[in-house]
């Protein structure tokens, strides 16, 4: 059984970063596909950014140029680099690992971009 722990979120003005950080447990890490997703009030979760395996990425159209995605597999942890953040942004952010068609997730953790 894989558990996923997210931190980093918080209150951030427009403008500003965050680092989200997933820690990984349970499981072989650099077997995950691993990705980040999004759940504003009101509407679906959606997919932000995943990494694979190798290390290759892919980006939501809204976030390209902005987020960055990286993992460490010696530290089975994920880390969405957040930057130049807008209020749109605002969001429970969730962390999940894909492995054999299985996916994990974490709780979730709380990012809002105000002024």
């Known amino acids: 059984q894989v558990q996923l722990v997210e931190s980093g979120g918080g209150l951030v003005q427009p403008g500003g970063s965050l680092r989200l950080s997933c820690a990984a447990s349970g499981g072989i890490f650099s077997h995950y596909v691993m990705g980040w997703y999004r759940q504003a009030p009101g509407k679906q979760r959606e997919l932000v950014a995943t990494?694979?395996?190798?290390?290759?990425?892919s980006y939501a159209n809204s976030v390209k140029g902005r987020f960055t995605i990286s993992r460490d597999n010696a530290k089975n942890t994920v880390y969405l680099q957040m930057n130049n953040l807008k209020p749109e942004d605002t969001a429970v952010y969730f962390c999940n690992a894909l492995y054999g068609g299985t996916g994990y997730w974490g709780q979730g953790t709380q990012v809002t971009v105000s002024s």
């Open positions: 990494i694979t395996r190798a290390g290759s990425t």
